[in-house]
Nanobody, 117 residues
Framework: QVQLVESGGGSVQPGGSLKLSCAASAYRFIFSIYTMAWYRQAPGKQREMVATITAGKTTEYTDSVKGRFTISRDNAKNTVYLQMNGLKPEDTAVYYC?????????WGQGTQVTVSS
């Protein structure tokens, strides 16, 4: 059973920064072949993709976070990160880690990010 465990969420004022981490673990889980992603879901809204990073470290971002968020991965640590700078109230959501390779997809339990003054 693959486990994705997010950490690093919290409350921050507008303009602040947070760094989310997602650690993957499972017997014989080959982290490096998975495309990793961060999604978020705000109250009353659908879950949306925030950022993705492929096995080859190609990245994509939703338009609203470009230039503010950076996704990265450390295959030696089976961990993906999301550095969030210049946070805005509209970034408030539960952030979920996702791992996908072919038909296999896994989700973390989510971590709350709240941006308010």
């Amino acid at each position: 059973q693959v486990q994705l465990v997010e950490s690093g969420g919290g409350s921050v004022q507008p303009g602040g920064s947070l760094k989310l981490s997602c650690a993957a673990s499972a017997y014989r889980f080959i982290f490096s072949i998975y495309t990793m992603a961060w999604y978020r879901q705000a109250p009353g809204k659908q879950r949306e993709m925030v950022a993705t990073i492929t096995a080859g470290k190609t990245t994509e971002y939703t338009d609203s976070v470009k230039g503010r968020f950076t996704i990265s991965r450390d295959n030696a640590k089976n961990t993906v990160y999301l550095q969030m700078n210049g946070l805005k109230p509209e970034d408030t959501a539960v952030y979920y880690c996702n791992a996908e390779s072919g038909p296999r997809t896994y989700w973390g339990q989510g971590t709350q990010v709240t941006v308010s003054s």
